[in-house]
């Protein structure tokens, strides 16, 4: 409803008529065109990946097997076509709406986080969600429950661990699972379950803080040599011991029985005398356990992340060389991430051993630490509640799929997933704020949104 | 060091009050000498500002104090209000704030992503004890360790004048305000001596003046001794005790403004030898007025100077 009429886009003469032609090009010069082309594309590329699976004996099995029976292959490309269709056509008589309701959710104030900021919201939210969680094995199936436990809940406690390295303290590390290890091992041989006998045989609540003091030692050990180097020199070094871990226990047959691995590592148990409570082969005991571990993890590190250490860690990892400048010791505080972070990784391995009652190295594989990372990143580093839906999300979906396609091809579901999302939505499922704020003055080129790279002034002041 | 005319009145009776000394400074990069045999007297209480044209290594001086560069010869040395000398050559930057050195940086470099307040928290609070386990466990040390550095925060805003701006981000803030931040976090450190690279750099005439001000607050109501390194020369004559001159990493010349401002050799390195000559030789009512004007830039014959001087150091 403006005042000032938009200018008339019609050249007066003809001359400038004919060279606004001339400047236009042709109709299928136009870029929608190349539009159409690609999403073609995609169309067939996604028809073959989502079909038969390949044979290694016929190389082009899966691609004969997919124009030998073209249907699948025209629904796709139909998909494909009408959404550039409606992109390209309809996508200007819904957009009005689409601000319209963006607006109005702006206006009233009424962000996501505003809301649940609300006591009246909070905290019958907090304790709806709390009982949903207790209850939810209740509800599931005992395929569900394994799942649960062994899957997505350890996942979710190491990627609570994680989260304080990566997305407090910046630090990229690739070999997070090597502290899992360290603490699965450390409960079998506290338990009794390697060749070598320990001092005293302990229960497995008395192996966690055991466990968390030997992760903690790894992780200054790690640390100390290694954290002067930055970024992608880190991440290489935490790849070898990633690497020096999983072999020693692949190889040192006569501590860790090799890849033979160790058996018969006891449940929990909690004997106060009076009431023995048992951990058996139940899953649903070890998620609540599990759960009990993760709320109070979740609230000890809320409390650091806006204490002087989270302070401290956001401006190491903003630029490294004021922190220092202003007295923040960047080592110590390095350190500290490092050695909080496997610690937590100690407890879930402690967790893991106890209730799968079998570790082997191949329990330990990179794989795992690199889906750990996927999975905070997706989640968006240094957002607890991001990164613990993330985790929970993304362990679920593959074990979901099988359902619905092939069992081998899950995980490049998740890849293309993390693709789309890293393209679209850099800054996680739920981001933190400081990391979106990071995000956008990095693009900007103001400031680093992690302490993996150079800074953008340079290193010195 | 023949070019030295000047020397620093009375270098050797300073020494007892002198904060930073520094002597026989040099720093090499392979063959490049950055610094050659610097000395530099900071006295306790007083504004010392480092003058030079572009690439004199005025920076490369505070980084080697600050322990960024660690220079191969010479020995820079601090005597504490507590009677402790140390020596700051080599030291962490980290461990060289802890002794009272603090810092800005000549491209601003603040947290972006933090508030203005917690910038200045985060300086306020690394010399609190408090370690992980406690604020885990909540303990009350390390309670009343949190409030003490808000409380801190929150009056070095108010000081600095950035009292109303504390919950803006950083990078919102203004060129001016964000230098003011900086100066707030370095002083949240609780230095014994504030150095400041180009504070004035890209603020426009008020926020100069405004900067002036707040600098001369530092140094007579917190007792900071401050050493300064500034292009507009206007901003040094209005708040330094002394001046030292480097060109080419050599100290060419050290006094009170006007004494180097009526200097040969600081004139010579700003307009070379041939303009000096015309400047300081065209009568000696005139000197120090022409010299200045040459060297702060400020007036019609001191434009060349200006431009250098004005110009940022890369």
């Known amino acids: 409803m403006s005042a000032v009429k938009t200018l008339d886009r019609q050249p007066v003469t003809e001359t400038a008529r004919r060279i606004a032609a001339l400047r236009k090009g042709k109709w299928y010069q136009q870029q929608r065109w190349a539009r159409l082309m690609g999403l073609v594309f995609a169309a067939v590329v996604l028809d073959v990946m989502a079909g038969p699976q390949g044979s290694s004996s016929d190389v082009f099995f899966a691609l004969e097997a997919v124009y030998k029976e073209p249907t699948s292959l025209i629904v796709w490309i139909a998909v494909m ?3 550039w269709a409606f992109a390209e056509f309809g996508w200007g008589y819904v957009k009005p709406y689409f601000d319209w309701t963006k607006a109005k959710a702006t206006e009233a104030g009424s962000s996501v986080r505003q809301v649940t900021a609300d006591r009246r919201v909070k905290w019958p939210l907090g304790v709806g969600v709390a009982v949903l969680l207790i209850a939810l094995p209740e509800m599931l199936s005992t395929y569900w429950n394994q799942v649960l436990v062994g899957e997505v809940a350890v996942y979710v406690l190491l990627a609570i661990g994680l989260n304080v390295v990566v997305g407090w303290a910046g630090l990229l590390d690739l070999g997070f699972i090597a502290f899992f290890a360290i603490g699965a091992y450390s409960a079998a041989y506290w338990t009794g379950a390697l060749p070598v006998e320990p001092p005293v045989e302990l229960t497995p609540f008395l192996v966690i803080p055991v466990a968390v003091l030997t992760c903690l030692i790894a992780g200054l050990l790690l640390g100390a040599p290694t954290l002067r180097l930055r970024g992608d020199y880190l991440a290489i070094v935490t790849l070898g011991f990633h690497e020096i871990i999983y072999l020693i226990a692949k190889n040192k047959e006569d501590f860790t029985n090799g890849p033979r691995g160790a058996t018969g590592i006891p449940g929990f148990e909690l004997d106060l005398g009076f009431w023995d409570y048992k951990w058996g082969l139940d899953p649903k005991q070890y998620w609540w356990l599990i759960l009990a571990f993760a709320a109070v993890l979740v609230f000890v590190f809320r409390r650091l992340e806006h204490s002087r250490v989270g302070r401290a860690w956001t401006a190491i990892r903003e630029d490294e060389v004021a922190a220092a400048a202003n007295g923040v010791d960047t080592v110590k505080f390095k350190l500290m991430a490092f050695a909080i972070g496997a610690s937590t990784s100690g407890i879930a391995g402690v967790i893991y051993a106890s209730k799968q009652q079998f570790i082997s190295p191949e329990s330990f594989i990179l794989l795992s630490s690199v889906l750990v990372i996927a999975y905070v990143i997706f989640g968006g580093m240094g957002s607890l509640w991001g990164v613990i839906v993330g985790t929970a999300f993304l362990a679920w979906l593959p074990q979901r799929l099988k359902e619905f396609v092939d069992p081998k091809d899950r995980y490049m579901y998740l890849g293309a997933l993390l693709v789309v999302m890293m393209i679209y939505r850099p800054q996680g499922l739920i981001p933190s704020r400081r990391r979106k704020r990071e995000l956008t003055l990095a693009k900007q080129g103001i400031g680093d949104a992690d302490a993996m790279t150079e800074p953008v002034g340079g290193r010195m002041g | 060091m023949s070019t030295t005319v000047t020397k620093t009145a009375g270098v050797g009776g300073a020494v ?33 500002a480092v003058i030079g044209p572009n690439g004199a290594g005025k920076t490369s001086l505070f980084n080697s104090l600050t322990g960024v560069y660690v220079p191969q010869e010479g020995s820079i040395t601090l005597n504490s209000v507590d009677g402790n000398t140390h020596s700051l050559l080599g030291r962490k930057t980290h461990v060289v704030n802890r002794l009272g050195l603090a810092r800005t940086f000549q491209n601003i470099r603040l947290f972006a992503a933090l508030t203005a307040l917690e910038n200045v928290k985060i300086a306020a609070e690394t010399r609190q004890k408090s370690g992980p386990v406690g604020i885990m466990l909540g303990l009350p040390h390390a309670r009343r360790n949190e409030r003490e550095s808000d409380r801190r925060a929150h009056e070095l805003m108010e000081f600095v004048g950035l009292g109303g701006k504390i919950n803006e981000l950083a990078s919102s803030l203004s060129y001016g305000d964000q ?17 400041l690279d180009e504070p004035a750099a890209g603020t426009n005439p008020t926020e100069k003046l405004e900067l002036a001000d707040l600098i001369k607050h530092i140094n007579r109501e917190l007792g900071i001794s401050v050493l300064l390194i500034e292009h507009d020369m206007r901003l040094v004559m209005s708040v330094a005790d002394r001046v030292t001159v480097l060109n080419f990493g050599k100290v060419i010349a050290s006094g009170t403004p006007s004494e180097v401002q009526r200097n040969r050799a600081v004139v010579e390195a700003y307009l070379g030898a041939e303009m000096a000559a015309e400047v300081l030789d065209a009568g000696p009512s005139d000197t120090g007025v022409a010299a200045g004007a040459g060297v702060a830039g400020g007036a019609d014959e001191g434009k060349a100077a200006g431009a250098v001087g004005g110009e940022e150091e890369r």
Not at chain 2, 18 to 23: G, R
Not at chain 2, 38 to 46: A, I, K, M, P
Not at chain 2, 179 to 195: G, H, S
Request: with cysteine; net charge neutral; proline share 2%.
């Open chain 2, 16 to 48: 007892s009050d002198a904060v930073i000394a520094v002597s026989g400074l040099t720093l090499r990069f392979g063959g490049l000498v950055c610094l050659s045999e610097v000395e530099l007297t900071l006295r306790r209480g007083e504004i010392l």
């Open chain 1, 81 to 83: 076509v009408g959404v």
């Open chain 2, 179 to 195: 230098r003011r931040l900086e100066i707030a976090r370095a002083l949240a450190t609780d230095p014994q001596v504030l150095l």
